[in-house]
């Protein structure tokens, strides 16, 4: 079986050549419609694209009007996703004008109602129907992009519905907060989901970050998944035969069955950008996370799978445009930096020019150190005279800050059961009040496994909760408040510190002094490695997490990435009553308030993660970068035994492990075509 044929990504006709126009209007009738739309996102179509799209709209209205359901609904279909297009980000990463912007999409609004007068509106309403439908599916409707459907809808007009679809989509995008802080130069954006991608993408998002957890939800959010991965997997009969034995190479062909549409959607973006843009963040297998060599294998796996894929749909989406760069895949591999063997890793899969976003990453020393090593596998990369793309150095703010939280709930509730004489009695009541009952048989009989699971994110969410001031005493009230409003500061202080340290911009020649020095490279060389390199606040847990570690047009190095119901947070909190965005302008490089990080400097796990240790100090000194000597802060050696590095690598293993196992359990069905052709031996029979 053909690659084009098993992933299906592009129409099997060999593309029209020489009028782009009609190029469109192939892919969309093939049942391309977003492809389709997508090639117009050229910068050589600046001042052309008007007249592509009028042509295109001549081709498209024949084949309208010869009243084929399908046919229509994907003339209807392309020209939607080519107006959202252009009233989204894209319009402006092209370069188009507001002139021709307005003409086009008043041409496609007038063309779309002319068709609506033809079929009675039936093919417009089953187009936005299932676009609704699709934006309601994210996160099960809990994220924005869910939100922003039900508002489009509530906007709708039965009797005028593209127009009214159109007008809705370009106030729920250009007056959303995100579009406005892309617009306005305070941070580039990431979208921590698998699905609503081309919505993120219209308000500017530029990264798509993934994990286990993300890769399976997937699946349960786009219908057919589940369809592309049989066809997948009826390209490797051997998996079916010994699915054990191959169980780690099916989890990577199903984690490229559901990523690959949000590499589809951000490919424009990449090209566009020659690959500072667009990349998509593709979890490495953590349970091999500390073994370089293996982990380099599968990524070059991943690499090789996706550039067969892409080699084909880029001849569609770019007809020809940059052969330099058709089939490089818009990914970046995600590396746990959870123990040593990361340092490796890093420096082997930048130095490939494959890039890397580091993870499992909560502190100071962490992040300060894999953006020094990243720096050099990207410098030994242009040395060999491979191109290199935008990598990102994440910071977990929320999970760090989880920990935190736990662990001190756990000591605070430590110290009120020691004048309690019945301690089992006293923890089987707060599991009671706490709904915890059921997971407190499974926790383990020693008093210090059932508070870790009282204390845990899943029954804690404040140390201000009403049961935990019951329980530690009223008394605390005051402190357990104070404690938990320092906490909630602990992850964007630590994001400001290596904002501070490495990617604020007044840093920026010395950096790139140091690497034309250290690495013998060109001032150009150099200042493409240190503008490659990017900080993504990852995480978040409220609003304020991410208006809080914002920059602004100066500031080029920093991507904050959100999962959708984070999203909706930053929205809504965008429309309360006296909200202004301008407050918030280089909040990340604001300094700590002294008061709260003397307070977080009491709690031993906060200065692992925010001093820096001997070995960094030095390093930066190397640069240029004066600090004050400081040396608690984590040692390499200890990163995988800190508190939240363990939780979160717990959860992925176990989530890999649980996404596995549902792709090996589907190979137990009999496949589609064992299915048909059971049906055709069966009609025979008759």
Known sequence: MKTTEIWNVSPEEKPVAGDPSLHLTQIALAGYTQLAADTLLRKE????????????????????????????????????????????????????????????????????????????????????????????LVLSGKGMVAKMAEEIEGALVTEDLANSFIAASKQALQNNVYYRIVDGGLSKFGNDSATGLRWARHLGAVQVSSNPVIAARAYDEIADLWDRFEIVASAHPEWRRDPERYADEIALYGTVVSLLPNILDFRPIALLSDFKDGMVSIQLNPRKASNAEESVKDALKFYSILQEILESYDAYLTAGANAMLKGRPNIVFKVSTCAVEAIALTESLDGMGIGTNNTVTFTVPQEIKVSLVAMKGLAAALKAGTPITTIYITNMEGRLEDHLRESQGANLLRTALEENADKDAKIRSLAQATGALDDLKK?????????????????????????????????????????????????????????????????KSKLVKYLEEEFDLSETEATQVVEAVNLLPASKRRAEDTYLVLGDRDVSNLT??????????????SRESGFRLSDFENSIAAEPDRATLERLLQIPDFVKGYELNSGLVRELSKIGIAVSMESGGLEPEEWFSYGPARKTMDEFNNAYLSFRSRLLSSLAKPSMIDRQQEITTQTKAR
Not at 462 to 482: E, M, N, R, T, Y
Not at 496 to 503: E, I, T
Not at 560 to 573: G, I, M, S
Request: charged share 30%; with cysteine; net charge positive.
């Open 45 to 136: 179509n600046q001042g052309k694209v008007r007249s592509i799209i009028e042509n295109s709209i001549d081709h498209l209205d024949k084949a309208f009007r010869e009243n084929r359901s399908t046919t229509r609904k994907r003339c209807v279909e392309v020209l939607l996703e080519v107006a959202l297009n252009f009233l989204g980000m894209e319009r402006k990463r092209t370069g188009f004008s507001d002139e021709e912007t307005a003409a086009i999409v008043d041409k496609i609004t007038a063309t779309l109602q002319n068709w609506e007068r033809a079929d009675s509106g039936v093919s417009v309403r089953a187009v936005v129907d299932q676009m609704l439908r699709a934006m309601k």
């Open 443 to 507: 926790a383990g009989s020693s008093v210090e496994q059932q508070l870790n699971l009282l204390c845990s994110k899943k029954y804690l969410k404040s140390l201000a909760d009403g049961w935990f001031i019951q329980a530690v005493g009223i008394d605390k009230a005051p402190l357990l408040k104070q404690t938990e409003e320092d906490i909630r500061m602990s992850g964007i202080y630590i994001t400001r510190k290596v904002f501070q340290l490495l990617f604020q911009p007044a840093l």
């Open 560 to 573: 904050n990435t959100e999962f959708p119901d984070h999203q909706l947070k930053v929205l809504q909190r």
